[in-house]
């Protein structure tokens, strides 16, 4: 991996931080309900998660607290979305493919995605929710991206209608929930879109292991 710069490291902090406090990102809040605790599991995503994100991206560099971003190859790619960004648990890093990542909105749905990653890795596993399967990580990671490109594009007037077999589901359990605070995600209004992660050539270690956990876990954020 490539570290970006001090200068370009700080400009992406600042702009990640910037769109988790924009007013579209500040409007996701929804509770998604956990499949292991038969549904009582739950973890809130809302403005309150991303605001803590965005503190996190605003530690000093090299200070070990926080977030950081580095630039460099992300571990996957999936057809239609060659650039994306990754999120460490173990790092506590978000990688993007440059430096100038987050121009497009494609993108800025992605780095919202890693980022509800982060607010994840936050609680740790000795949170109430303990260790959370990753499928499942994914999907409430993909709604938070998807109710993010309905608040963006609504502006606009402007329709999303992706290909993407997730995005597609996705989106179908985004626009359920859209402008409804606090809405809660049950364990089966995200089953569809779970079969389309655990199809996806991008999530092969997930595909045939449902119990399937991401190893470092969740280990807490220090802002």
């Known amino acids: 991996m490539v570290s970006a710069t001090d200068v370009q490291e700080t400009h992406l902090r600042s702009m990640i931080r910037e769109l988790l406090l924009s007013s579209e990102c500040q409007k996701i809040d929804f509770d998604f309900a956990f499949s292991h605790g038969y549904g009582f599991d739950r973890h809130k995503v809302n403005g309150s998660g991303f605001a803590f994100a ?131 995600v049950d364990v089966g209004e995200h089953a569809d879109l779970r079969k389309a992660i655990l199809a996806d050539p991008m999530y092969t270690e997930m595909h045939n292991n449902m119990d399937y956990y991401y190893t470092p876990a969740p280990d807490g954020l220090s802002a």
């Open 54 to 184: 965005a503190r996190c991206l605003d530690t000093p560099l090299h200070s070990g607290r926080g977030i950081s971003v580095a630039v460099g190859r992300a571990p996957r790619t999936q057809e239609g979305e060659q650039q994306r960004a990754a999120y460490s648990y173990r790092q506590n890093r978000i990688t993007v493919p440059s430096w100038i990542y987050g121009h497009r909105l494609q993108e800025r749905c992605l780095l919202v995605h890693e980022c509800t990653h982060a607010i994840r890795d936050s609680l740790g596993v000795r949170s109430p929710l303990g260790r959370t399967r990753a499928v499942e990580e994914e999907a409430e990671a993909y709604i938070a991206g998807a109710l993010y490109l309905i608040y963006e594009t609504n502006a606009s007037g402007w329709t999303p209608a992706p290909t993407l077999p997730i995005w597609v589901a996705a989106l179908a359990v985004a626009r359920k929930i859209a402008d409804k605070r606090g809405a809660l």
